[in-house]
């Protein structure tokens, strides 16, 4: 994939990431949309590693079923990283 489509696709990724956001923080706002919030949350999380995957030139699968290979991408890229855990958030503002 050449450098310009390559940072094309990673920017549209992004853009849907965003957008997904945006829809889960608008299902939040109905307690009978639960489902909803948490589909378009994950949707939002599932762009953003994709993206980040990207620009880390970490290569992945193009399909599902991959989760040991993200998990072994994941470690190897925050390996030397120390986190702290997020207090649980209920809100997505």
Sequence with gaps: ???NKRTTTIEGWIDKASNQLQAAREHSKFPTQYSETIQ???ECVEL???SIL???NVTFPPSHGWEQDITLAIIKVTSGYK????AYR???S
């Design 48 to 50: 953003s590693v994709k």
């Design 83 to 86: 986190f702290q855990t997020a």
């Design 90 to 92: 209920t809100d997505f």
């Design 40 to 42: 378009a949350a994950q």
């Design 1 to 3: 994939m050449t450098s």
């Design 54 to 56: 990207s620009l880390l």
